[in-house]
């Protein structure tokens, strides 16, 4: 397996960022590729610059995308859509916990649920799902949901390797550190000052390199799962060790 024996696509979250750069990647190995995201105009965009097949979805829409996992037979599908939200599970609304979960998590399941079984019946197929290395480590900056939906992709990508195993279906986890896409714009409705606060003066990731990720993994040889990969900026690091000063009895 390899470009050569896929032929289908589908990308999810390709209007911007890291989901726009795999489908523009994507076809130019020559796969059709069908790009779902909620906003129709910069999808219509992407489909006239790249020839990708637009689909103006929210993930969240079951219904509807399993309307269209009866309608095309999909060989590598790319679970990218995701959302971040400010502040921790301690302050945010019950809104924002639903909605994380229902985006970053429940629809990648029933993704899952509606496109895998197609892929194993024809015994050929792939997998990438991007958690974050917000899914691995813990660190400062509250958004504590946006951590557990990522665990839970991570945990998801894993038990489906177990799941599909001996058969020719694949399953590829991509965990990306730091990357200059919206993902902080939308989370702090600021574009500039999402710029000044993670992007200027840091080098961080091209959502390219992402995509290009995507490409090594989905263009390997039959032989070769890459099933895990954590991509980060040279000069971010995870790890770190907090202690903070003082007695229990201090703190009361
Ligand atoms: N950027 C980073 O530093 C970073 C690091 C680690 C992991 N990630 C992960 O990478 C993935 C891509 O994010 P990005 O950084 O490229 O951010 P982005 O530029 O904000 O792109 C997010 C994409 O997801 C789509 N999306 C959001 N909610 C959706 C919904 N309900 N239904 C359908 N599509 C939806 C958006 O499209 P519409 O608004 O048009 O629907 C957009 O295309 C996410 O899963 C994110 O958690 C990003």
Redesign the pocket.
């Known amino acids: 397996m390899g470009f050569a024996d896929y032929r289908v696509a589908l990308v ?9 750069a795999t489908v523009r990647r994507l076809r130019a190995e020559g796969l059709e590729v069908h790009a ?4 129709a105009d ?2 219509a965009q992407l489909a006239k610059a790249t020839g990708c097949i637009p689909h103006a ?5 079951t219904a509807e995308i399993a309307k269209l996992a009866d309608s095309i037979e999909v060989d590598v599908l790319v ?6 939200r400010q502040g921790d599970v301690l302050t945010n609304s019950a809104d924002d916990v639903d ?1 994380l979960i ?3 998590l429940r ?1 990648i399941l029933h993704l899952t649920r509606l496109f895998v079984p197609g892929m194993v019946k024809r015994n050929r197929g792939h997998v990438v799902t ?5 899914g691995h480590y813990a660190f400062p900056g509250g958004n504590t949901v ?1 951590h557990a939906t ?1 665990a839970g992709v991570h945990s998801l990508s894993q038990q489906l390797r177990v799941h599909l195993y001996g058969s020719n279906v694949r399953v590829t986890e991509i ?12 989370l702090l409705g600021d574009a500039e000052e999402a710029q000044k606060r ?1 992007y200027d003066g840091y080098e ?2 091209k ?1 390219e390199d ?1 995509a290009e990720s995507i490409a090594f993994a989905v263009g390997s040889p039959a032989r070769m799962n890459v099933s895990f990969m954590e991509v980060l900026p040279t000069k971010q690091v995870v790890g770190g060790l907090n202690f903070a000063r003082g007695s229990g009895s201090d703190q009361s």
């Open positions: 999810t979250g390709a209007s911007s960022g890291i989901g726009t779902m995201a909620r906003d910069r999808l979805l929210d993930v969240r829409a679970n990218n859509a995701g959302q971040s909605q229902d985006v970053n629809a991007i958690s974050s290395i917000a946006y990522k965990s990306p550190a730091r990357v200059e896409t919206e993902v902080f714009a939308r993670f961080s990731l959502p992402i």
